[in-house]
């Protein structure tokens, strides 16, 4: 099922997903958002040894899952300054490399 999904690229309007995700991006905070009208993360109590942006006694905790996958989908259709990615193991083109050429 998986393969047939992504052999369906060219259904993707490529430009209107670019515009979406960027769209999503929170520049104060870092990282892009899971839905529209809201940040990324969490807003949660202050916690000691986590990156936060200030915001009276609550925090925004970057969402680290989505950023990654935001920045995987860009990857995936070529954004200038991402690397190649490999949507199998969800990673760079390179790291797959350097982990085949390991063993």
Request: hydrophobic share 40%; proline share 6%.
């Amino acid at each position: 099922m998986y393969q047939q999904i992504l052999r369906h690229h060219h259904l993707v309007d490529i430009e209107a997903m670019r515009r979406y995700l960027l769209g999503k991006v929170t520049h104060i905070i870092g990282g892009f958002a899971k839905g529209p009208g809201e940040l990324p993360g969490e807003w949660a109590p202050r916690q000691p040894n986590r990156v936060f942006a200030d915001s009276g006694s609550l925090q925004a905790t970057t969402d680290l899952l989505h950023s990654y996958l935001g920045l995987a989908t860009l990857a995936i259709y070529n954004e200038p300054g991402l690397k190649a990615f490999d949507p199998t193991f969800c990673m760079s083109v390179d790291a797959v490399e350097r982990l085949n050429n390991l063993g």
